[in-house]
């Protein structure tokens, strides 16, 4: 009752017919906003992108970007020849396409399982378990991996115990692969059963309870009304991963390989890296590093079409 | 209800459930054999003869990490990183977030500016332009090239923007016709309405910093000045790789005095605590504050 008064004070006369649309902002304070945020894109993200014209110099340190000489697509021609290129696009797209495959399949397999469990304690602790090494630095990541996988680490010793000899896992080009994708897997597999598992909390429970009153088991709730249920998400998903093909984990892979297992193991970017911040060869790292940079935007470009295409898909 | 269930259905729980275990299992195993090393004796770890158990269970290695200058002051080096870079991309992914998430109707120049954003999680200029741009700025060996090439991360700045969106107009709208200033609507209706969303992005914001260890690989060049994840790569996991041949004599006496397989256990299980003690708590939140992109129903 004695709020009435004080409520009555705070409606505010009518104004004059504004200039403007009274709901529509005036939009100077939006440009405010966004200029502190753009200044930081613009300095570490648009000036690289201008020094990508190193691509196309014989950059010297000591001359800077713009007095270094142009050299046209000498660069380009330099790296069509160069025997180990195609190798490392080999490389980066048999480890990237193994991982996309298996993160599409488990984390689907993996919600699943987990949409069936009831005591929800356990499907607590499960979930908060498997998205663990996600949040774990792939420094101590990779050195846990090297550990289990070395010649006298845990894995040897459990081969040891069915009369297996030890394997040089991590110099070996038969291995070294496997052991990357898989432990890329490892670590990516519970976190992204994320999105499955929203998308499962947005199917309608009348669904399940009218098709068990018709007598259907769980398999066939499954086969019928999840499945389907998450079928967008998949198909989403699936295709966004395409923009990844050129993306193998660099910073796993440079933790992880040694020159042993170059041949199988040596990614574009741990390429890149070694060429140009080890061998000082900066316009041909940038010129291959652009190379992946092209091709795999023009590829996400892609997945988004495909995305909007077949899963109604907007980025923003 | 449990009685009336068939054997057929209890059979399948206990496989859905027994197969879940397992799998936790695996992901825990590997954690687990590093907690047991830790607390081993050095000479029993450095044997092999630890698996899941810690033997002649002693704290020695950790206290050898606290006595040991160098690991608390990357340990400090990395918590300063994530203040630094917490606090500035909390606030300018805001500040983006909210203008971005207006109509076109209301701010028809939103058009551009998000293409400005999200061209930058599409195309990017590669490692060797990016080197040079942060050299030519001057940060190479300052606490600055961790914290200010990561202060507005795009992919953030949608994930907010997203949730921005997916709350009422009628809020925005409202305070507008009383006549509310958009920075007054940001920080007092949007901000605190986000809780879920803000906690996510901090939290991915967070966990990039305190992880990352190649950033302070190439752009700091003194060992004095490295993060957390740089010392321990180039203390620990450099030399596992069998790479000996490239360490400076330095290099391998500090090894030979601070390394061996239950002090670097040590290392790892202190250098992953601090996210692993923060996750579970915000899990709620980014389970529901993930809402990369739209589906237009």
Not at chain 2, 164 to 176: C, I, M, N, V
Request: with cysteine.
């Amino acid at each position: 009752m004695l709020t009435k008064p004080s409520v009555r004070t705070k409606v505010k006369p009518h104004r004059p017919a504004a200039p403007v649309h009274p709901l529509r902002p005036k939009t100077w304070s939006y440009h405010l906003m966004l200029f502190p945020g753009l200044l930081f894109l613009i300095a570490f993200n648009y000036l690289p992108m201008a020094g990508i014209s190193i691509a196309f110099k014989e950059y010297i340190p000591a001359l800077g970007f713009a007095k270094s000489p142009w050299v046209g697509f000498e660069n380009f021609r330099m790296m069509a020849v160069l025997p180990g290129i195609a190798q490392i696009f080999i490389n980066t797209i048999t480890i990237s396409s193994g991982e996309i495959v298996l993160l599409i399949v488990l984390p689907v397999i993996l919600a699943l399982l987990l949409n069936e469990v009831r005591q929800m304690w356990f499907k607590r602790s499960a979930q908060t378990i498997i998205y663990m090494p996600h949040f774990i630095s792939w420094v101590i990541l990779a050195g846990m991996v090297l550990e289990l996988f070395s010649l006298h680490g845990l894995v040897n010793q459990m081969l040891s115990l069915f009369g297996l000899h030890p394997i040089s896992f991590m110099s070996s080009n038969v291995w070294f692969r496997p052991i990357i994708v898989g432990s890329f897997v490892w670590t990516q597999m519970g976190f992204d059963t994320i999105v499955y598992l929203a998308a499962l909390t947005a199917l309608n429970p009348n669904l399940y309870e009218a098709s068990a009153l018709d007598g259907a088991t769980r398999w066939k709730q499954m086969m019928h009304i999840t499945i389907p249920g998450i079928r967008p998400t998949i198909v989403l998903l699936s295709a966004l991963s395409l923009g990844n093909l050129l993306n193998a984990n660099f910073e796993q892979v440079f933790l992880m390989y040694n020159p042993l297992v170059y041949p199988t193991g040596d990614i574009i970017q741990t390429w890149v890296y070694r060429t140009g911040l080890v061998n000082a060869d900066f316009s041909l790292a940038t010129a291959v590093g652009l190379l992946q940079s092209l091709v795999g935007f023009i590829l996400i470009l892609i997945s988004y079409r495909l995305a909007n295409r077949f899963a109604n898909y907007r980025i923003f | 209800m449990v009685r009336s269930r068939t054997l057929g259905a209890r059979i399948a729980d206990m496989l859905i459930v027994g197969s879940l275990l397992v799998l936790t299992l695996l992901t825990l195993a590997p954690v687990v054999h590093t907690i047991a090393e830790s607390l081993s004796n050095g000479a029993a770890a450095a044997a092999n003869a630890v698996s899941f158990w810690p033997i002649r269970f002693t704290w020695s290695s950790y206290t050898a990490l606290f006595n040991g200058g160098g690991f608390f002051r990357a340990f400090g080096i990395s918590v300063e990183r994530v203040v630094l870079n917490g606090v500035l991309s909390f606030f300018l992914t805001i500040l983006m977030a909210y203008p971005l998430s207006q109509s076109p109707r209301n701010f028809p120049a939103r058009r551009y500016y998000i293409w400005v954003v999200v061209f930058t999680m599409l195309f990017n200029g590669g490692l060797i332009p990016w080197y040079v741009t942060i050299a030519h700025l001057g940060l190479i060996n300052t606490i600055w090239a961790l914290v200010l090439p990561g202060a507005v991360p795009a992919f953030n700045v949608v994930l907010l923007m997203n949730y921005f969106r997916s709350l009422p107009k009628e809020l925005d709208e409202a305070a507008r016709l009383d006549g509310a200033s958009p920075w007054y609507i940001c920080w007092k209706i949007y901000v605190p309405l986000s809780w879920p969303a803000l906690a996510t992005v901090t939290l991915f914001a967070i966990v990039t910093q305190w992880n990352s260890f190649f950033d302070g690989f190439i752009l700091i060049n003194n060992p004095h000045n490295y993060p957390l994840m740089t010392f321990i790569q180039q203390l620990v996991v450099e030399t596992q790789s069998a790479n000996l041949s490239i360490l400076t004599p330095t290099q391998i006496a500090e090894l030979s005095r601070t390394s061996g397989p239950s002090l670097n256990a040590a290392k790892f299980m202190i250098g992953m605590i601090p996210m692993l003690a923060i996750y579970p708590f915000l899990q709620r939140y980014f389970i529901h504050g993930i809402r990369l992109g739209s589906t237009n129903e």
